[in-house]
């Protein structure tokens, strides 16, 4: 199973500036389209767990 890809703040500065990448979020969270059914348990004050399934590309690679 390949990792997560991860972008730290360097790498995201080296391709665009901070105003434009907050832009780009702000305008992609307008428009999410569908949403993955959430689950979320209370496990005490101020302790949640947070469970979001995530789509497979080809059923069976995961």
């Known amino acids: 199973m390949n990792g997560l890809t991860h ?3 360097e790498a995201i500065r080296s391709v665009v500036d901070m105003a434009t990448c907050i832009e780009a979020l ?7 389209g569908e ?6 348990v209370e496990l005490g004050p101020g302790d ?8 497979c590309p ?3 690679s995961a």
């Open 35 to 40: 949403l993955h059914p959430r689950a979320h």
């Open 7 to 9: 972008f730290d703040a």
């Open 26 to 32: 702000r305008s992609g969270s307008r428009e999410l």
């Open 48 to 55: 949640d767990f947070l469970m979001m399934p995530g789509p």
């Open 58 to 60: 080809q059923p069976g």
